[in-house]
């Protein structure tokens, strides 16, 4: 299967309309992003607290789609911020803030997702059952797509998360998750092949 947009999967591809505005506006985001940075980085309580407002929401359903726990993605996304923040003096304000912050998010997903399957494993085996999950927060994506995600490995759960939550491409997730290429392009091929096996062709509508 292409690693392309399947159509029932995401929301609909951006249309070409508008390309100058949506530049100019990207460029201005990237130059207020830049000032928050350095000013965060001199010590700014006010430009750390707007910059966790732009990118909490972001992390945390990032988060969520690689754990698939609400309270587990709320945690995960603190702890990045804070990790991020306790890196934020080395951090090269010429590069763009969201991609790093992403990665801190993901990659501490990815661990405790590990973690978790590891432990259900134990508790199952024990018989101990699990809490019910507390509310899911909103997402553009359906209620079938999000459980077949579910049947994903959190690693393809992160380039999905990406790829389609963030309209990243390829070589910037490899670039966000210091990722060979071809291993990221490897890992989308797989989670969407399986989950067409999961949704089925129909609902996926094929690739685009």
Sequence with gaps: MSEDRPAALLPAARGGSGLLARVAGGEARARRERRLVRDAQRGSAEAVEELFR?????????????????????DIAQEAFLAALRALDRFDRR?????????????????????????????????VTEEAPPDEPSLPFSDQVLEALRELGPEQRAVVALRYLFDYTPGEIARALELPRGTVNS????????LAEVLGAEHLGGPR
Excluded: K, Q, S, T
């Design 187 to 194: 890992r989308l091929r797989r989670a969407l092949d399986r």
């Design 95 to 127: 590069r763009p803030f969201g991609p790093w912050m992403h990665r801190i998010v993901v990659n501490r997903a990815i661990d405790v997702a590990r973690a978790r399957a590891l432990r259900r494993e134990v508790d199952a085996a024990a018989g």
């Design 54 to 74: 732009r990118e909490w929401p972001r992390a945390y359903r990032a988060a969520y789609l690689v754990v698939h726990d609400a309270a587990a993605a709320e």
